[in-house]
């Protein structure tokens, strides 16, 4: 048995003169116990994953009564807090790793990945400064350059890991601002299709919203490379000073890749900085298809990946890589007299200076464990099983005639709608509504957990599909539920 060192917990509960003394020290063979205890409903919740409903929720009305309370003044047995959080609070929530949540961009972590976040809770690691951590910091250095160059980057080039794709677009932005010398009318360029957190992020950094232009997109919701040239020119002809385009390697809505080389090109001739979103998308890369695609994306200044969508980790895991991490330590490094020991030489990074958390934790162990378990060829594979089944799940929806895809699946995305059978043709006015009652029913009954966009101003069904655990069969009868639910419905809207 490891003994604990420093004050013992073994008559912990009294102090100096009899006085009972109340400690947060636990008692090892209390936490081996409680530990397995946590990791067994881990494993049991993985088990039996595919029996439980998609997704659960309550409103306010509801939780309140079961959850608020005061702060007890004493502590309480574990046993029942882990029941209560176990059989009360867990359950209320999206099972965002269930094989048929489909709904936004989910995220299915590796039991390595999981293990990882529990060492690194344990061990407490400040993963700030190489002083603090020279171990972990040479992981997340070694997870860096495994990115870069899957990524098609330079030797050199790195990044940070960060706590996910809204932080790493906020980061990619400032370090462009910076970049450019903080231009007093800076304007920046994303796709009308771009994530929200790019114009949130361009907020935060002080950016005028009038600044923010959103490209065209055409059909297949890709940036209209003359859009983006036209935009440039009037921004000049006005006296903006443009220093930054933004593009997709796989937008949410609909999984669309941009037309990466050739906003490169016009990146470089314009003397941007080149930014791509790849949170959702960017892992795809790996793929042998997927990789021409995207094509041109070894040429920007810098992408934001999510290792916590598409490369199996857990929340909160993302990235921001940059081929020249100088620019991103000009534009976050800090100096004060306190940090003085930290400084190592450039050799050791101080991820602190690649971002605004000084305080950070060892999020690298979880990839690196990960891939080091399962392999790379693992990931990889996974990340094509996903777009085969979104592949074979559009097929069958554009064979069903009841069925109508609305745009061509993109990666594991694929958007649809139910627009009955033909001799019975919903009206198009009503379509909208009887989609969204189907997806009402479908989710409420836990069957499976969707989400909905708009696509040309209709309302889309959408799969999102990445998840280790979801079978072509998943999808198969999510679909034919769809459709008995659709045709149920279908009578009774817009009538
Ligand atoms: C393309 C894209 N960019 C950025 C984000 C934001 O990432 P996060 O939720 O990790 O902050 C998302 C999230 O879905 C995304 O799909």
Not at 112 to 129: E, K, W
Not at 185 to 196: A, P
Not at 284 to 312: C, N, Q, Y
């Amino acid at each position: 048995m490891t003994e604990l060192t420093g004050d013992r917990p073994s008559g912990h509960r009294h102090g100096p003169a009899g006085h009972e003394r109340k400690s947060l020290l636990e008692d090892p063979e209390e936490m081996r116990r409680s530990g397995y205890e946590v990791v067994d409903a881990i494993v049991e919740r993985w088990a039996t994953l595919r029996d439980g409903p998609a997704w659960q929720g309550a409103t306010r009305e509801t939780t309140e009564p079961m959850l608020h309370g005061p702060a007890p003044e004493e502590g309480r047995e574990l046993d029942g807090l882990l029941e209560k959080v176990l059989g009360e609070v867990m359950p209320l929530a999206g099972r965002i790793d269930h094989p048929r949540f489909l709904a936004f961009i989910p995220s299915s972590p590796t039991w390595a990945s999981v293990l990882a976040t529990f060492l690194i809770s344990g061990y407490n690691i400040f993963q700030g400064t190489w002083l603090e951590s020279s171990g972990p910091s040479q992981i997340e250095v070694t997870v860096l350059d495994w990115f870069r160059e899957w990524l098609g980057y330079p030797a050199g080039s790195s990044g940070v890991l960060t706590s996910g794709g809204s932080a790493a677009n906020l980061l990619a932005i400032v370090a462009a601002r910076e970049a450019a010398g903080n231009p007093e009318r800076g304007t920046i360029y994303l796709s009308e299709q771009s994530h929200g957190s790019l114009a949130r992020a361009a907020r935060v950094a002080g950016i005028d919203p009038g600044r923010v232009r959103l490209v065209a997109a055409d059909g297949a919701s890709r940036i209209v490379p003359a859009s983006l040239r036209a935009a440039l020119a009037e921004d000049r002809a006005g006296g903006l000073h443009p220093f930054l385009v933004v593009g997709n390697a796989g937008t949410t809505n609909t999984g669309a890749i941009d037309p990466l080389a050739e906003i490169a090109g016009i990146a470089d001739g314009e003397g941007l900085w080149y930014h791509v979103d790849g949170a959702y998308g960017g892992f795809a890369i790996l793929d042998p298809e997927i990789r021409p695609l995207m094509a041109g994306l070894e040429r920007s200044d810098s992408v934001t990946l999510d290792p916590h969508k598409w490369f199996f980790q857990p929340y909160e895991t993302g990235c921001l890589m940059v081929k020249d991490p100088g620019r991103l330590e000009t534009a976050f490094r800090i100096a004060p007299d306190y940090l003085q020991d930290a400084a190592w030489g450039p050799e050791h990074v101080n991820f602190c200076d690649r971002g605004i958390q000084l305080t950070r934790i060892f999020r690298a162990l979880r990839i690196w464990l990960s891939v080091q378990r399962y392999g790379l060829a693992a990931h990889r594979a996974e990340i094509s099983r996903a777009i085969a089944l979104a592949r074979g799940a559009a097929a069958r929806i554009r064979a069903h005639p009841e069925l109508e895809l609305l745009a061509p699946p993109g990666l594991g995305i694929v958007c649809f709608r139910y627009r009955g059978p033909e001799h019975a043709a919903v009206p198009a006015t009503a379509l909208d509504e009887l989609n969204r009652r189907i997806q009402d029913e479908i989710v409420q009954s836990g069957f499976a957990m969707m989400s909905s966009t708009r696509l040309g101003g209709r309302l889309s069904l959408r799969f999102c599909i990445l998840n280790i655990r979801t079978t072509e069969e998943d999808l198969a009868d999510t679909v034919d539920r769809i459709v008995t639910v659709g045709w149920r419905l279908g009578g009774s809207v817009g009538a």
